[in-house]
């Protein structure tokens, strides 16, 4: 996909991003790319992943690695990576938004308020101009530093491939040089926080948002889409890769003997269930 869009935004962000060699080992640090200089540390690339989202719970024989949403407590004795939704609001925060912010929620060329077709409980953020973008993160940059409070190593910022899938007036529009800056302004607060920060999804931008300072990836159904190396070939080893039971084209164990594939690599259920749920899976490679 062309990235011609990009260019001069970037040509101004990537003065202060900050690049990780691929393959680098889990307790490599890297300067942050903030003003105030910080150092994180990178997610491991062994022992046992899970992805938390739905329920939090202690697995027997514990954790080395986990995503847990951002209201969710870290899990004693593991690397923690809080979840933020960082270009789409979160549900039941509705009051949030739509008190005194609208203006911040994308529109389509109705007027009307755009919601994610697949998650219909969410607004998706208009990150247009530059003074939307200070305001949201004036929303959201407290809930990443209170996820360093909070004892979390890191952050994913959910949602940034909104640009992909919102690209006509019609259904509201988002470019992706908007997108990446609010992105930069995210990885500056999270580094100076000292928290390490993943880029979600967007197959499409990792050379870029690699180059705007992201540490590692975390990707849903690559495997699916057949879209891992695009992360495994810019963040090396430090990718967290989840694949889902009802989208899954292969068996399991064909995506384990995948040479592109994360070397933390799992399979959940879609909602994210614990294991009190009949609905729950689990199986890591």
Not at 128 to 136: F, V
Not at 219 to 226: H, V
Not at 255 to 273: E, G
Request: charge should be negative; include cysteine.
């Amino acid at each position: 996909m062309p990235q011609l869009a990009v260019g001069a935004v970037l040509g101004v962000l990537l003065l202060t991003a900050c690049q990780a060699a691929p393959g680098a080992s889990h307790d490599e640090e890297r300067p942050a790319t903030s003003a105030a200089v910080a150092e994180v540390t990178l997610p491991p690339t062994s022992g046992r992943f899970d992805y938390q989202l739905g329920a939090a719970y202690e697995p027997a024989g514990g954790l080395d690695v986990v995503v847990r949403d951002a209201t969710a407590d870290p899990a004693p004795d593991a690397y923690n990576v809080c979840y933020v939704n960082g270009f789409q609001t979160q549900p039941g925060e509705d009051g949030l938004w739509l008190d005194g912010n609208e203006d911040l929620l994308l529109h389509d060329a109705a007027g009307e308020l755009v919601v994610d077709p697949d998650w219909p409980d969410e607004y998706v953020l208009d990150p247009g101009t530059e003074e939307r973008r200070e305001r949201i993160l004036g929303i959201l940059g407290p809930v990443i530093t209170g996820c360093a409070d909070a004892g979390f190593d890191a952050v994913e910022i959910d949602n940034l491939d909104t640009w992909t899938r919102f690209t006509e007036p019609a259904t509201g529009l988002i470019e992706q040089a908007d997108a990446l800056a609010l992105a930069a302004e995210y990885i500056d607060v999270a580094h100076g926080a000292g928290l390490a920060i993943g880029q979600k999804n967007a197959a499409e931008a990792t050379a870029e948002g690699h180059d705007l300072g992201f540490d590692f990836a975390v990707t849903e159904e690559c495997a699916a889409y057949d879209e891992c190396g695009s992360y495994t070939g810019v963040y090396g080893q430090h990718v967290l890769q989840i694949e889902y039971t009802d989208n899954l084209p292969q068996g399991f164990d064909v995506v384990c003997a995948s040479a592109d594939r994360a070397p933390l690599t799992i399979l959940r259920d879609r909602d994210l269930v614990g294991p009190d749920d009949g609905a729950y899976a689990y199986e890591q490679c």
